[in-house]
Structure formats: C-alpha cells, structure tokens
C-alpha cells in the first residue's frame, strides 16, 4: 500500500510540472509582449506547489525567477501589484536570496526593501512562520529567530536579561 502513495504523489507532482511548464510558456509571452508585472501575478499564481516535490518547488522558482528579473520599475510593480501576492512573494524572495548569486540577490533585495516598506513587518513574519509551504527551510528558523530578537546580529542566543530588556 505504501507504494501506491508514492505512485500517487509522483502521478501529482508529474501534473504539477505540466501546469509549471504550461505557465512558464504564457510568462514568456507576457515578457516579449513587455509586461512583466503581469509575467510576475502569473507566476506567483497558485504557487508555492502544494507538494513536497522538490522537483516541483524548483522548476516553479525558476518560473518566478523568470519573472522577478524582468521587473526593472520596482515601484512600477507595486502599484500594479495586488497586495493578495505580497506574502508570497515574499517567500519568494528568501528563496532567491538563498541562492547566492549576486543578480538574483540584489533584485531580491530591492525588491524586498519596497514590499516591507509597503506589507510591513508582517509580511516578513508569516513568510517565515509558514510552515506547510516552506520555499527556503535552510534559513526560515535563524532568520525568524533573529527577527523575534531571539539571537543577536552575532548569531548567539540572547540571555534573559537581554531579550527582556529590547
């Protein structure tokens, strides 16, 4: 019986990457026809895979990817954007931010400068408090131990009389 449900989830996750693939063809085509907020709602639409897949969570980042390295008017795009995407998103640029690469993390950060500025700290808080979605697992408990003040810039846990007195 367990096979089955394996068999199951990998039948899911092979008609999540076909809806991946289909949506990463209309990102294309809204970016040649130069409409990158709309490429960006489109991606960020019905995301993150409700599935454990990694194969699916990597093919859907690249898909989002795409579409985060168009947006050149970051205040453009929030003008534009509904706040429905802001959780989301920002889950998305954790995602980016973890991979290292130097374009990819300074067009998260711009971006992520403005939608704090915007959705708040909030929004920072229920990206890294989720935990049936996770995009970025690796940094969610540092990053929101130290946003809690939990830990200091140091990376070492705080004493009582620390964390009681900020």
């Known amino acids: 019986m367990a096979g089955t449900e394996k068999l199951v989830e990998a039948d899911h996750a092979e008609a999540i990457i076909t809806r991946i693939e289909h949506k990463s063809r209309k990102i294309e085509s809204l970016l040649k ?3 990158p907020v709309e490429a960006l709602k489109t991606a960020l639409e019905g995301s993150p895979p409700m599935t454990r897949d990694e194969r699916c969570k990597s093919a859907n980042w690249i898909v989002v990817h795409r579409a985060l390295m168009a947006i050149k008017d970051v205040e453009g795009m929030f003008s534009s954007l509904d706040p429905e995407y802001y959780d989301i998103l ?32 909030g929004c920072i808080l229920r990206s890294l408090a989720d935990t049936v979605n996770t995009l970025f697992p690796i940094i969610r408990v540092s990053c929101l131990a130290f946003l809690l003040g939990i830990i200091g ?14």
């Open 33 to 35: 026809q130069n409409k």
């Open 90 to 121: 920002m889950k998305y640029l954790y995602r980016g931010l973890s991979t290292g690469d130097r374009p990819t993390c300074d067009q998260c950060l711009r971006i992520h400068e403005k939608l704090t500025e915007r959705a708040g700290l």
């Open 153 to 166: 810039a140091d990376n070492q846990p705080k004493t009582y009389v620390e964390f009681t007195q900020a």
